[in-house]
Nanobody
Framework: QVQLVESGGGLVQAGGSLRLSCAAS????????LGWYRQAPGKQRELVAH????????NYADSVKGRFTISRDNAKNTVYLQLNSLKPEDTAVYYC??????????WGQGTQVTVSS
């Protein structure tokens, strides 16, 4: 099992920045991909970005390219999401996600990001 704990959400004005962190514990050696998803009220959960634990390849949703940056620190078993140039439409609950090499999914409890206009 893998446990994921997010931190760093909050309220910020449009144009501002936040940094989300997600610390993984447990069987972290089984993780192959780490990422962030978000879910706004009344909408489906969507992928924001993910990063390969080995190699560091990244992938971003078109809506956040150039504004958000995902990174990881394998020594700390932590994945980060730097959110810059935030927009009101970025308001959502952000969930940390990990996938094992066998395709098993793990989720954090979510952290709220609210961007005021």
């Amino acid at each position: 099992q893998v446990q994921l704990v997010e931190s760093g959400g909050g309220l910020v004005q449009a144009g501002g920045s936040l940094r989300l962190s997600c610390a993984a514990s447990g069987l972290t050696f089984t993780i192959s991909v780490l990422g962030w998803y978000r879910q706004a009220p009344g909408k489906q959960r969507e992928l924001v970005a993910h990063i390969a634990r080995s190699g560091g390849q990244t992938n971003y949703a078109d809506s956040v390219k150039g504004r958000f940056t995902i990174s990881r620190d394998n020594a700390k078993n932590t994945v980060y999401l730097q959110l810059n140039s935030l927009k009101p439409e970025d308001t959502a609950v952000y969930y940390c996600h990990a996938m094992s090499g066998t395709g098993y999914d793990y989720w954090g409890q979510g952290t709220q990001v609210t961007v005021s206009s």
